[in-house]
C-alpha cells in the first residue's frame, strides 16, 4: 500500500484560511509527498468572501495521511482523509491561527515547526 501523494491530487486543508481544497502542484526534493513533507499547492476550492483566491500558490505540510503511516514499534496510524496545512511564504509557520483535527505525532519531531 503506498502512503504518498503524487502531483495533481488534491488535498484537503485542515485550517481556518477559508480555503477547502488545494491541488499538489510540486514537491520539495521528491516526486511525491508523505507525512511531514512540504509541497507547492495550487487552491482549487476556497469559501466565499475570503482574502485567499482561487488559483494562487501556496507552500503547504502534509499533516494527515488515509494510508498507514507505520510506526518504529510496529503499530500504525491513519486517518480518514489526506489533510495539509497552508504556510507563510519564505516562513515554516502556518497561515492560519487555528487547525482543526490533529496532528500525526511525527510533526512534532521537526525541529523547525512552530
Known amino acids: 500500500m503506498l502512503s504518498f501523494i503524487n502531483n495533481n491530487s488534491k488535498v484537503w486543508v485542515s485550517d481556518n484560511t477559508g480555503v477547502s481544497k488545494i491541488r499538489a502542484i510540486n514537491f520539495y ?16 476550492r476556497v469559501k466565499p468572501r475570503r482574502k485567499l483566491k482561487k488559483g494562487q500558490l501556496f507552500r503547504a505540510i502534509l499533516v494527515q ?40 505525532y511525527e510533526i512534532k519531531l521537526i525541529k523547525e515547526y512552530k
Open 65 to 104: 495521511s488515509r494510508f498507514p503511516v507505520f510506526r518504529p514499534f510496529g503499530s500504525y496510524i491513519r486517518s480518514v482523509a489526506t489533510r495539509s496545512i497552508l504556510m507563510k511564504r519564505g516562513e515554516f509557520v502556518p497561515i492560519s491561527n487555528r487547525v482543526n483535527g490533529f496532528f500525526f
Open 29 to 44: 526534493q521528491k516526486r511525491k509527498a508523505k507525512i511531514c513533507d512540504l509541497f507547492i499547492g495550487s487552491i482549487s
